[in-house]
């Protein structure tokens, strides 16, 4: 067995490649990344915002929405549709766990506050999408308010959906999550403009260095 | 000031990538020097008994006849009584502690089809079940996911694992009772986080949802099935590890590493959790289930055809190739994203590497069945895993394409890149183990598979189910990327354009789930001695039949054992 040679070779072999690999993709990100800090602009989430926060994330939100407009000179349609300037990391610095995502099966939302601060329209939206975007396959989220019958009571949220959706005798109101969960995607802003230092520009990706969006002012995004 | 803001970026990140490839050389050429390649084509024959090669071998063939041993060739290879001995006792010693993993397995296999299909159907109906909270979209995808990956793959994975190390190291599996209560550690901690993203409780990462509570019982229940592979190891009886052994022992490693890292809680913080995050989505494939799925493919594709792997050489040096440059590629997830344009790069140029791995791979396991058709047709383990095998190369090809920024510009956040996901994790590694455990079962309970039909069935709802999901997806995932990068159309157009798609995913992914239904059926059928016995006993095929009175342990009894 000569002292089980393989073994040694394939556990340390196995052990070199995992580091590596960790060095790489966590320990140097987290190294160059710890040092970020939040713009002045940007403000921590307010309670109700990190528990609407927690509604997005617990309903799975990110599964089809993203939170990273990419840079123009990647790709130009992120900015033209009004998703805004490309994010950089310090964008995130209030993020404790990353909703970055992998789909848009929906449009991007990182600047879903910008573009559309209504209360009222992201109630309706969330009880019944269609009723706003006619051909959207976001699900409706009924469970997320209370159907009243008869006129609301002091102290509920009521949703004023258009006429056509509206039922006769009917109140919609909203539930305490769906009121934090338009909170939260109210507070997503990050339309205010970065200053381009080196550190932030190490941490947008994109190919072509020469020019980049911060250098530009920031996209309308209303 | 922060020293990194002092270095140049284009600096930065060629002196990163410099650095790494430095450390991989030095590693490469350690290696080399400790011998990690100085293996004989030898090794490849370490599968089989002195004058086995030539016998094929697949419990789920039609035993009655000869038409797999003819596809193959003529042979008078046999097994000796002692060396009969050998491989019957080594199939009892993982047979209960296997069967434990396929059957929890099964389960999860039907669970987390049904979460799919119904996932599915929400996408183009979207009003459909919308009344509770757990039957959300955004909840039943993840238990979807969840119950597929830790509950089917993992456990088939490690079932299928378990069975062949005995095999591999012609040794007794010891250490069984951890077996049992891994297994079961796994499989309360998968129900509770199962039932915890119902409820809407989630660390929120994708891949990464279960709370992290009920985590460090996973990582405790994969540690403790983990254990077997060591002990088994250190009481080997082989000289020389088989390439199988290298990629089990390697992920079994690595997986409880990666897996107890990224659930640290209160470590990761804003994009540097994405950067974590998909370290360890890409590393489940990469050093999980990849490694597992090729370890069967490279130990049945042999052993089935009694032929030994073409090159031997070629399967090591394709192993450490893919642990290195795999553990790497991560990155890719988050091209345009707000992360360092090194790490990003990095990852797309091992992403392209990986063609060199699953190159080895394909010219293998190519030149191994050599166009052998016939044996392909009349063996259902070949048949699951040859065209597993050939899907793995498919996948992984399209992967290191869609890592290329051209590329990903227009996959990136659409359904082709779902499509992808799946050519992986089923294309490859799901029919892998389907094939694995039409293998392994007949010799765990010591009876043939009751209905032949229910195989073909399988087989072609499967087949035909999946090629019309990933093709459909492909298509629809394609033309929802080319949509959503013309500004000059609305964002709601590249939403209808998947509809007709999405409704083809619906019916391939029902044929799936009709398949995986028959399947679990059969399992269950053959687990229960089903339908009628059948002499001789699949156990020893037909060339062998005057060694059985001489083995010691004869079917009979092992089936009563």
Redesign the interface.
């Known amino acids: 067995m000569a002292g089980h040679i393989d073994e040694r070779k394939l556990v340390s072999g196995a052990l070199v490649i995992i580091a590596i690999a960790t060095l790489a993709l966590v320990i140097m990100p987290y190294i160059q990344l710890k040092h970020i800090k939040a713009p002045d602009a940007l403000k921590p989430y307010t309670d109700v915002q990190a528990k609407g926060r927690q509604v997005y994330m617990s309903l799975g939100c990110v599964y089809c929405h993203t939170q990273q407009p990419r840079d123009p000179s990647f790709a130009p349609a992120d900015a033209k549709r009004g998703w805004g300037r490309a994010s950089t990391a310090a964008d995130y610095a209030y993020d404790q766990v990353h909703l970055l995502g992998t789909m848009r099966t929906g449009p991007d939302l990182l600047n879903i506050g910008a573009r559309q601060p209504s209360q009222d329209w992201h109630l309706g939206h969330l009880y019944q999408p269609r009723a706003y975007t006619p051909g959207s396959i976001m699900p409706a989220f009924p469970f997320l308010f209370i159907e009243r019958k008869g006129p609301a009571k002091p102290g509920d949220v009521v949703v004023n959906l258009p006429p056509s959706y509206a039922k006769p005798g009917i109140t919609i109101v909203a539930t305490t999550d769906a009121v934090n969960l338009v909170e939260y995607m109210k507070s997503l802003d990050r339309t205010y403009p970065i200053k381009k230092t080196i550190a932030e520009s190490l941490t947008i990706d994109k190919p072509n260095t020469a020019k980049t969006s911060a250098d530009e002012p920031a996209a309308e995004t209303k | 000031m ?1 020293p ?2 002092m270095i ?3 600096a ?1 990140i060629l002196l ?1 990538a410099f650095s ?1 490839s430095v ?2 050389l030095f ?1 490469f050429i350690w ?1 080399m020097s ?1 011998g ?1 390649f100085n293996t004989k084509q030898s090794g490849a024959n370490i599968i089989f008994a002195e004058n086995e090669i030539g016998l094929v071998e697949d419990p789920a063939a039609n035993q009655t006849d000869h038409r797999l041993q003819d596809a193959a060739g003529k042979t008078d290879a046999h097994l000796s009584a002692a060396e009969l001995d050998d491989r019957l006792m080594a199939d009892k010693s993982s047979a209960i502690p296997a069967f434990v993993c396929l059957l929890a397995g099964m389960c999860w296999l039907i669970i987390g089809s049904a979460a799919a299909i119904v996932s599915s159907i ?3 109906n ?2 459909w079940l ?4 757990w039957l ?4 039943l ?2 238990i979807h996911l969840n119950s597929i990956i830790y509950g089917w793959c993992s456990m088939a994975g490690i079932g299928v694992s378990l069975w062949l190390l005995p095999r591999l190291l012609k040794t007794p599996l010891v250490g069984a009772k951890f077996v049992y209560w891994g297994a079961m550690l796994w499989h309360v901690a998968l129900m509770c986080g199962v039932t915890a993203i119902g409820l ?7 891949w990464l949802e279960m709370p992290w509570e009920i985590d460090i019982f996973i990582v405790i229940g994969g540690a403790l099935m983990g254990v077997p592979l060591f002990l088994t ?2 009481n ?1 009886k082989v ?3 088989y390439v199988s ?2 990629y089990i ?2 992920a079994l ?2 997986f409880p ?2 897996f107890f ?1 990224a659930n640290i809680p ?1 470590l990761h ?11 360890f989505g890409h ?1 489940v494939l990469g ?1 999980w289930f990849t490694p597992i799925g090729l370890a069967a493919a490279y130990y049945f594709i042999p052993k089935v055809l009694g032929r030994p792997i073409y090159s031997y050489n070629l399967s090591l040096l394709g192993f ?1 190739c893919l ?2 440059f795999y ?2 590629v ?2 890719h ?15 797309i140029v091992q992403s392209v590497m990986m063609i060199i791995p699953v190159f080895a791979v394909a010219v293998n396991h190519h030149m191994t069945v050599g166009g052998n058709i016939k044996a392909v047709v009349h063996s259902p383990t070949l048949r699951f895993v040859v065209l597993g095998s050939m899907l793995y190369v498919a996948a992984s090809v399209q992967g290191s394409m869609e890592a290329l ?1 051209s590329v990903n ?1 227009i996959t ?4 082709y ?2 499509a992808h996901a799946h050519l992986g994790m089923y294309g490859f590694f799901t029919m892998v183990m389907f094939g694995s455990i039409y293998f392994i079962m007949p010799r765990i309970v010591g009876w043939e598979w009751p209905y032949p039909w229910m195989i073909s069935a399988h087989f072609w709802l499967v087949s035909i189910g999946f090629a019309i999901y990933f093709i459909g997806l492909s298509i629809g995932g394609w033309l929802q990327g080319l949509d ?4 000059s159309k609305p ?2 157009d ?3 354009v998947t ?1 007709p798609y ?1 409704k083809a995913r619906s019916f391939g992914g029902s044929l799936m789930g009709l398949g995986h239904t028959i399947f679990v059926v059969h399992f269950f059928l053959i687990s229960l001695r089903y339908g009628t016995k059948k002499e001789p006993a699949v156990l020893i095929p037909k060339v062998n039949i005057p060694f059985i009175k001489d083995a010691k342990i004869t079917a009979q009894e092992l089936k009563r054992g």
Do not use: C
């Open positions: 922060h990194f803001s140049d970026n284009t930065l990163l790494i450390i991989g590693v290696s400790n990690f929400k996408l183009h979207p009003d919308v009344d509770s909270a959300t979209f955004g909840r995808r993840t809407g409780y989630t660390d929120g990462m994708e190891l250190m080997r000289d020389h590890l052994v290298w022992g390697a490693i690595w590493i990666l890292i209160n913080f804003g994009v540097e959790g994405a950067a974590m995050n998909w370290w590393n050093l450490w642990a290195f553990s790497q991560g990155g997830h988050l091209i345009g994203g707000p992360l360092p344009t090194w790490m990003v790069t990095l990852s920024r510009l990136h956040f659409t359904h890149t779902v959503m990068l013309d500004a964002f709601m590249s939403v209808a509809i999405l």
